[in-house]
């Protein structure tokens, strides 16, 4: 459905994205995770053909993205600051959507409105941050999207509203088998909805996974030795280990690697007892950006 093929975008002669490769299957919930200025909208704005690519390929349907308006018909973007005219009343973008969007459906947003509350007729300058991310949301859910590009989709929504814009995500994924690929900095929205992830620093992917393989890989573990001289050296020299700490005789190991054969080499160095404690997104990504950070 969406291939991004060694795709580079420079601003400025800078490259804020460098050699990214990714894929994204048609009715799946890809999420895109970072931290600020690690090039998420960056990368999102060369996805909806806002920025041409320096180098590489994006490829929608197998078709380029930029420039290409058969393809932009398909899809729905909300940004994370929504620039709309700010004259217009929102029955008058309801308007403009129309024109714009062959199967934009009224119905569909009137719909959807009995819970968002948007008033149709308040000027845009007059809404709230909350009130024009609720109008962005609806209106590109209305256009009946083949794919829909969320950036910061949650900012300034109050938590019910949070809730019920996942829940209608994830109904547009299971209904009409529509392809989300979602930035988000609340990791617990990304980790319920997600069925695959990317980790992106400095412009480069540095993780691409399920949700399901970084649960089963990327584990904590509590273990106590039998003797811990130099145990913490011994640890850190295990591949996939990326942080260790020894609080007593309890040693916390993190690790992105997780097997059997992982836990029976701790056997082997004298473990006596191995708590295995399952990790959150954000834990995931804490820890998979620090280590990134002491190795750079």
Known sequence: MIDIKNMSK????KYILKNVDLHVNKGSIFGIIGENGAGKTTL????????????????????????NNKIKQKIGYVSDENQYFSSFKVKELLEFYKKAYNDFSKERFDELNVKFKIPLNRRIRELSKGMKMRTAILLNLSIKPDILILDEPTSGLDPVIKKELMSIIVDEVASRDVTVFISSHHLDHIERICDNIAIIKNGTIKL???????????????????????????LSSINGVIKVETI??????????YTKNFEKKLYDMGAEFI?????SLEDMFIYFVGEDDENE
């Open 10 to 13: 420079k601003i400025d002669d």
């Open 44 to 67: 999102i704005k060369c996805l909806t053909g806002i920025y041409r690519v320096n180098e590489g390929r994006i490829l929608i349907d197998g078709e380029e993205i930029f420039d």
């Open 208 to 234: 691409k996974s399920s949700m399901e393989d970084a649960k089963n890989s990327m584990k904590k573990l509590q273990v106590m030795f039998r003797d811990a001289v130099n145990i913490n050296a011994k």
């Open 248 to 257: 007593g005789r309890i040693n916390y190991i993190i690790t992105k690697n």
């Open 275 to 279: 708590e295995i404690v399952d990790m």
